[in-house]
């Protein structure tokens, strides 16, 4: 349902008393409810959206049961002659509602909208109660990279109709579906499908009619058609227009949108009874093995994003003027595709995505494993249906798909258990095949594949389009993986189409490294693993396109590594902050603009000597760019990749950085039309070593790669290093690291790696009185991780604690000393020392005597 068109409506109409043939009225009623969890005594108010998992963003377990909802609607009037109706957009994952305690209905599927008729029990004082359960097993997601977000968590209506009406019981759709038959470049038609109820008591005679309106609104044709109703009676009315020469094409750059308005007319009096109005875009596509995507008879490479709709702090009861931010967003990044992942989204989302222009892929969250339990399969079938029918008369969507990686948590081929799991995965799979085709033959089926062949061997690529989602260098292997894997796919399957579904990799702002590698969860890993991955993407004829993964950082209750309850690989921040990576994806993709952004807003801090080689990378489209340093040119280089790299030697303080691309493609005044920009400026601070002998703190990040900067206090970790003279350094041990949740501290990435083994610190220092802080966190235990993580390890578990003695400057400090106690794995443990330093050194010395001594971090500064 067109969510404007009914803001409107209920703006120009409030419920009052109205002639009986008057058209429908809606209106929200997302204020003044009350919740409640239901084994809880106190009722809160509450406006929706709302849901009740805001304890998602604090710790892994968080609420899967049921609440409930309650609100007094007063209306001005029941009207005879006339239907009331609830419609509520999504409740996760099931609902049960009452009307004046009357069962009006149920719903299984969390982010579908569903309509019950509330005709017989409306009043005009009336009690709603809403019970709300996110922990069915029997709906899918069951197991998911996600958190299933409980509550009413999308808009809630109240509609009014006349008793000849648009069907509004059609499995939450409004009972209108528009589509394109024919459309080419000189010709194209419009196919109306209506449903039409007739909820009087005697018969009706009326007119459907359809007027199509070109996109600067004049009235183009109208087609309509005579029609009858027994009394109680549905039908389904097909119409079609005349043909339409010369249509203007709907592109994502040209998002041309023509309209239709359908109504229902009284014959006697001409007027109309029922209305609704829907926007066309004329454009046709195909998927090949070979040749790729085509858009309107001409390749065209799909590039895009997946997107979850969460946003600190509410969740994902957001407002609809997100979904509409996050398109605009993306489409400045030069999207023109979105996998709408791994759910139905608000229709508002859809909208955007008509009017500003992407190509859609949307699907239901069946996710990593098909369960054996009873009315599961019904459900994603009712679920399918469904989404298909709510969302089919959106032009932007060109894919529906129904499963992610659902091989990923099944018990693997060669054990016992395989051949039950992949009967019935394969029997799901063609299940939902036929009924997607039943439902719309029009879109392309698609699915998402993680790693493994399996899915071809066993005919899961029944679907139109295989998407693929891709990890390597990231999960698994190397980055050249990437290009093997997808070069053996061409090469086994030539004739099947085929789009990267995911690929990404973490990162997290606190992280930095010149030196970056998989699963530092560094800024600089994730542009490089995506500097590899796009290019080897766009060249690929037979790669229909992508969609990166994701959008922005999301919220996973369950996730550990370096930010949990975070999936950390989006382009923006979870707040849409973009990251500096974001504008890669746009020198990439925007050719229409100019492009230029210094990468460093993610590292606009930074710790060196003096004289030491900054790296200063400038992504743009550009044929070249030149870096300035406080107003002094460090030089001109050719962009390669989109982006050049600049080593830069900065003075300690403030620096200006000014960037200025140079391409004979633009001149000033064709980019102030246009928009973009070909100069970029930040500023950067650079502040030398601390210097222990002038009382600054020494915190060395042991056993890592990466500078890490804590949020709260901005205290810069060093990277660990060998022992050389005059510095500090490492001697012995051996570098480990581990992606499990570290309790009782924000600093996690400090603790989640670590030297161990017999080793030693050594510190040159001048002498004087110093306070020495270590850092532990025992890992012999580690955490259970979500089955995403693949074949990443998370070290290996000890049936025994590691205990040591630590001596610093030849002092035993702890002697057969474990920081866990027995019970405090993963959890942050600091101790601090006074200590005298009376040579030139401070030495930290760990000897193992069970297991292997192991620290993770040191920070020390001088007293006097």
Same mark, same amino acid.
């Given at each position: ?12 109409c ?9 058209q ?15 084994a809880?005594?106190?009722?809160t ?10 304890d998602?963003?604090q710790?892994r ?12 609607l007063?209306?001005p009037e ?5 239907r ?5 957009d ?8 009452k009307v004046n ?10 982010y579908?909208?569903?309509?019950f008729?509330i ?17 069915r ?16 968590y999308?808009?809630v209506?109240i509609v009014?109709?006349p ?6 019981l ?22 109306v ?6 909820d009087?008591k ?15 609104g ?9 029609a009858?109703?027994?009394?109680? &009676?549905?039908?389904? /009315? ?5 043909? $339409?020469? =010369?249509?203007?094409?709907? @592109? !994502?750059?040209?998002p ?22 829907h926007k ?6 195909s998927?090949d ?6 858009l309107?008879?001409?390749p065209?490479k799909?590039r ?16 609809d003027?997100?979904?509409r931010?996050?398109?605009?967003i993306?489409k ?22 008509? &009017?500003?222009?992407l /190509? ?5 969250? $069946?996710? =990593?494993?098909?369960p054996? @339990? !009873?009315?599961y399969?019904?459900?994603c ?6 989404m ?8 932007s969507?060109?894919?529906?798909g129904y499963?992610n ?10 054990t ?34 993680n790693?493994?062949?399996?899915y071809?061997e ?14 390597h ?23 099947q ?6 690929w ?13 590698r ?12 995506i500097?590899?991955y796009l290019p080897f993407?766009?060249?690929k ?19 550990q ?6 999936n950390?690989?989006?382009v923006a921040?979870n ?18 603009v100019?492009v ?19 790296r200063i990378?400038?992504y ?9 340093v ?8 050719k ?16 620096s200006?950085l000014k ?6 493609k ?5 980019f ?6 070909t ?9 030398p ?8 703190e020494?915190?060395i ?8 900067i804590s949020?709260?206090s ?17 001697i ?6 581990t ?5 009782n ?9 670590w ?20 850092l532990m ?5 580690p ?13 290996e578990a ?8 630590v001596?610093?400057n ?18 942050a ?6 200590v005298?330093n ?14 292997k ?5 040191i ?5 006097d």
């Open positions: 349902m067109n969510k404007r068109f009914l803001l409107l409506t209920a703006a120009l409030s419920f009052m008393a109205v002639p009986i043939l008057a429908r009225e809606a209106k929200t009623i997302n204020d003044n409810w009350e919740f409640k969890k239901l809880e005594n106190h009722w108010s509450v406006d929706l959206p709302h849901t009740y998992n805001l998602a963003y710790g377990n968080y609420y899967q049961g049921k609440a409930e909802y309650r609100r007094i007063s209306l029941v009207i005879p002659g006339r009331y109706f609830l419609k509520i999504a409740a996760s994952k099931a609902a049960s509602v305690g009357i069962n009006v209905g149920t719903h299984a599927g969390g579908t909208a569903f309509t008729d005709t017989k029990c409306v009043k005009k004082e009336n009690i709603i109660e809403i019970i709300v359960d996110n922990a097993k029997d709906i899918c997601p069951i197991s998911a990279d996600f958190t299933f977000w409980g509550g009413i999308r808009d209506w009014s109709t008793d000849v009406h648009f069907n509004m059609n499995m939450g759709s409004d009972g209108i579906f528009v589509s394109t038959p024919l459309v080419n470049e000189r010709q194209s038609l419009v196919k499908v209506s449903e039409v109820t007739n009087a005697k018969p009706s005679t009326f007119e459907v009619r359809n007027e199509l309106f070109s996109p600067d004049k009235l183009l044709q109208t087609f309509k058609k005579k009858s109703l027994k009394a109680g &009676e549905t039908r389904r /009315l097909e119409l079609q227009s005349k043909l $339409i020469s =010369n249509p203007e094409l709907w @592109t !994502p750059e040209t041309i949108l023509y309209k239709v308005v359908t109504s229902l007319v009284d014959i006697k009096t001409g007027k109309a009874i029922d209305r609704k109005f066309v875009g004329f454009r046709w596509f998927f093995g070979e040749k790729g995507f085509c309107n008879g001409k065209y799909l895009g994003f997946n997107r979850h709709q969460d946003q600190a702090p509410v969740g994902v009861a957001v407002p003027e997100v979904h931010r996050d398109i605009k993306m400045d990044l030069g999207s023109n595709y979105i996998r709408i992942s791994h759910y139905p989204q608000d229709d508002a989302l859809l909208e955007a995505c008509d &009017e500003l222009g /190509l859609a892929w949307e699907e239901i969250p $069946i996710v =990593n494993i098909v054996d @339990t !009873p009315g399969a019904d459900n079938e009712y679920n399918l249906r469904e298909i029918r709510q969302h089919y008369s959106h032009p969507i060109i894919n529906w499963m990686e659902i091989l990923l948590v099944t018990p693997r081929p060669g016992k258990e395989w051949p039950v799991y992949k009967e019935r995965t394969v029997a799901l799979a063609k299940r939902l095949e036929k009924v997607l085709k039943e439902e719309d033959a029009t879109r392309k089926s698609v699915m998402a594949y790693m493994t062949n399996v071809n066993i005919g899961l690529n029944l679907v139109d389009v295989v998407g693929w989602n891709l990890y260098g990231w999960y698994e292997g190397e980055l050249n993986g990437f290009n093997r894997w997808c070069e053996n796919q061409h090469q086994l399957y030539p004739k189409p085929m789009i990267i579904s995911e990404g990799a973490g990162s997290d702002r606190r992280l930095h490294s010149y030196q970056a998989p699963f530092d969860f560094s800024i600089e890993y994730q542009q490089t693993y500097e590899h993407i766009e060249e004829p037979w790669i229909s396109g992508c969609t990166y993964w994701n959008f922005i950082d999301f919220n996973v209750a369950a996730r590594e370096s930010m949990p309850r975070v950390n690989k989006g921040y707040d849409r902050t973009l990251k500096d990576v974001a504008y890669y994806f746009k020198s990439m993709w925007r050719k229409d100019p230029v952004h210094i990468a460093s807003r993610d590292w606009p801090a930074r710790m060196g000597n003096a004289n030491d080689i900054q990378k400038v743009s489209n550009m044929q070249e760019v030149e870096l300035f406080n107003g002094k040119s460090v030089g001109k280089k962009t390669d990749n989109c982006f050049a790299v600049f080593d830069a030697v900065l003075p300690f303080g403030i200006t960037a200025k691309g140079m391409s004979e633009w001149f000033a005044d064709d102030r039309v246009k928009g973009g920009n100069e970029d400026a930040m500023n950067i601070r650079y502040t070593l601390p210097d222990l002998a002038k009382g600054e020494l915190a990040n042991v056993g890592s790669n990466c500078y890490f949020s709260l901005h205290l810069t970790w060093l990277p660990d290093q060998a022992y050389k003279s005059g510095t500090w350094g490492y012995g041990g051996e570098n480990k690291s992606t499990s949740e570290i309790e501290t924000i600093d996690g990435p400090i603790y989640q790696t030297r161990e083994g017999d080793l030693e610190y050594k510190i040159d220092a001048p002498m004087g009185k110093y306070e020495v802080e270590l966190a025992d890992v012999t235990k955490a259970t991780q979500l089955p995403n993580l693949l074949s990443r390890s998370n070290g000890s049936s025994k604690d590691a205990r040591f003695d001596s610093i030849g002092e035993i400090k702890e002697t057969d000393f474990t920081p866990t106690d027995g019970r405090h794995y993963r959890t443990f600091k101790r601090r020392y006074i005298r009376n040579d030139t050194s401070i030495h930290i010395h760990l000897k193992s005597l069970q297991g001594a192991f620290l993770n971090g920070k020390i500064r001088k007293l």
